[in-house]
Every structure is written in C-alpha cells, then in structure tokens.
C-alpha cells in the first residue's frame, strides 16, 4: 500500500536528499533538507509517497509565490525510484500537490522538463494535460557538470498546468508539423553523446523556429515499442 503525505521529519528530507541524489546524481541543484523544512512555512509544498514500511518512493516538491501577476505554484522536482515507476506514483504526487495549491487559492502551476525525454513528455502533455508556454536554452546553464545534462545542456520547456480545467486527453491534430526525438535520450547520451548533442542542436532549431512563429505543441505521439516518439504541433 502506497500513502502520500507531507514531508516533516528530520527522516522525511533525508530520505528527500537521497532520492534526489539518486535521481540527478550529486550536485548543487540538490534541495538540502533546511529549504525542504523552512519553505513550506510559506507556501511550499514537499511530499512524499511512501511504501507500507515507510520507505519513500518518490517524492514531489514546489514553491508557491507570483508570476505574470498572479499567484501561481512553481513545481520544481519530481522524483520516483526506478524501481518503482509504472505504479501510477508521478500521478498521484501531482495530484496530491494541486489539491494542496489549490486550497491555498492557486489557480495554475508551472514547471520545466526536458524536450528531450520522451517518458516526461508523454507524462506531462498526455496524462497530465500541461501546455508548452516557452522554449528556454540552457535555463540551468551548460549543464557539463551534471551527471542528468552533461553532453546535451538545460534546454527546458515551460509548461502551465491550469488546475480547474479538467484534464483531457489532447485531441492530436490531423495534420501538423512534427519534430521527432529519440526514446531514450539518456541512453544514447552515454553511448554516443556527440549523437545526443547533435539532437539537441538539431530540435533546438525547430522548436525555437515553429514556437516563434506562432505555432504551438498539440500533444506528443510514441509508439507502443517507443522507437517512434515526436511532438506534434498546429497553429
């Protein structure tokens, strides 16, 4: 049995730490215990799914404060072990944090993901229902000292998820421009990183081309065996 619950002991974060270590790998993008504790007094939400032994399995962690003018929640991690991925864990954290953003009056919720990786593009515009608003180069900078970005940067898609809109699976347009990414980035990355660097050039071009014309991302399509995996994109 999994539960999802706030994170509030001494044990909670540490775990936290951890799972993010285990993630990313070690760097200076790790939310250190003191942030995950104090930030929640104002807004934050950090939780976690936890096991029937009380092992953390994922865990989810946002701030809360002003964009464009509005209140807004940015969600800036989500994690779940490897081990324990299929399970429907990323899901029930994102709803577990709208529930709670939206009892404190947010309305919409922001965060970033890699173009790049197809398993976080399904999750976010087809579970989910998130919207591409911006394409960002390097958002974290080069990225050559991260074990995640080495070989292919921080380019970032922005991504809204309005909370009071119930979630529709997209409608994927008949005909659209297409720009296809390979499965599994990160494999390729550690196999032939001037391969991986060149799809990051190369995708780069096109969405930075497409949404700067006025085009925007429709939804994303992949195949059962995930050899075929592509944004589609309409006016």
Not at 5 to 18: I, M, N, S
Request: charged share 25%.
């Amino acid at each position: 049995m999994i539960s999802i619950r706030t994170l509030h002991t001494a044990q909670d974060f540490t775990a936290c730490v951890k799972l993010q270590e285990l993630v990313w790998g070690k760097g200076d993008e790790t939310i250190p215990p003191i942030m995950l504790l104090v930030s929640q007094k104002v807004g934050a939400v950090a939780a976690g799914a936890f096991d029937g032994g009380g092992r953390l399995l994922g865990c989810v962690y946002g701030l809360t404060g002003v964009r464009h003018g509005r209140l807004a929640h940015w969600s800036h991690l989500l994690a779940v072990r490897p081990e324990a991925r299929g399970r429907g864990i990323a899901r029930r954290l994102k709803l577990y944090q709208r529930a709670r953003v939206l009892a404190m009056g947010v309305r919409t919720m922001y965060w970033t993901f890699d173009p790049l990786v197809a398993r976080n593009a399904h999750f976010n515009l087809n579970r989910l229902g998130a919207r591409v608003e911006e394409y960002v180069v390097n958002l974290y900078g080069s990225g050559k000292n991260s074990p995640m970005d080495r070989a292919i940067g921080t380019d970032r898609f922005i991504v809204r998820w309005d909370l009071e809109t119930p979630r529709r699976r997209p409608r994927l347009p008949r005909a659209a421009a297409r720009i296809e990414i390979p499965p599994d980035i990160h494999r390729l990355r550690d196999r032939d990183p001037a391969q991986a660097g060149a799809w990051r050039r190369t995708t780069r071009r096109a969405f930075l081309s497409y949404l700067g014309k006025g085009w925007r991302i429709r939804g994303f399509e992949s195949s059962p065996t995930e050899e075929h995996c592509c944004y589609l994109l309409g006016r």
